[in-house]
């Protein structure tokens, strides 16, 4: 499948996510999640785009929470998306970077309870009213 053209070269890490991410991990507060959002609106993250074809189009990997719900796993690159697999499988995982703001958008495109940063290492969770407000995005309703 051809992805689309992407502003990120495939060597692309999104540091100021990453190291907001590692801040927050060694001492979570809401303020420290504030930042990794207000990180996140810019530079690029990663999505899981795994089995997209051309017949299906683009299509975004989503991961369940334990209570089996949609979450939303981005990833400041496109080695952080090779973790977040098995080994044995990385040859087939495909990416796609976009813009972060556009990544964390992607919070409305379904029923999604929470977005996961870094799901292979990090994997700090971030409930989904928070990226909302974050974005300035009316909440879903139900």
Same mark, same amino acid.
């Given at each position: 499948?051809?992805?689309?053209? #992407?502003?990120?070269? =495939? #060597? ?8 907001? *991410? ?18 996140? =609106? ?13 017949? /299906? %189009? ?6 369940? /929470?334990?209570? %089996?719900? *949609? ?5 400041? /690159?496109?080695?952080?998306? %090779? ?21 964390? %958008? *992607? ?13 292979? #290492? =990090?994997?700090?969770?971030?409930? =989904? ?14």
């Amino acid at each position: 499948m051809t992805q689309p053209p #992407s502003a990120f070269p =495939r #060597s692309y890490v999104n540091t100021a996510v990453r190291d907001a *991410l590692d801040t927050y991990s060694a001492a979570p507060t809401v303020a420290r999640i504030e930042a990794v959002l207000a990180a996140a =609106r810019d530079g690029g993250l990663a999505v899981d785009v795994t089995g997209s074809t051309a017949e /299906s %189009g683009l299509r975004i990997r989503t991961i369940p /929470s334990t209570a %089996g719900e *949609l979450v939303l796993p981005l990833f400041t /690159s496109l080695a952080e998306l %090779g973790l977040a697999v098995p080994e044995d499988q990385r040859d087939g995982v495909q990416g796609n970077m976009m813009p972060a703001a556009q990544a964390l %958008g *992607l919070i409305n495109a379904a029923d999604f309870v929470a977005v996961q940063f870094d799901p292979g #290492s =990090r994997a700090v969770v971030v409930k =989904r009213s928070l990226v909302e407000a974050a974005l300035g995005l009316a909440p879903k309703q139900p």
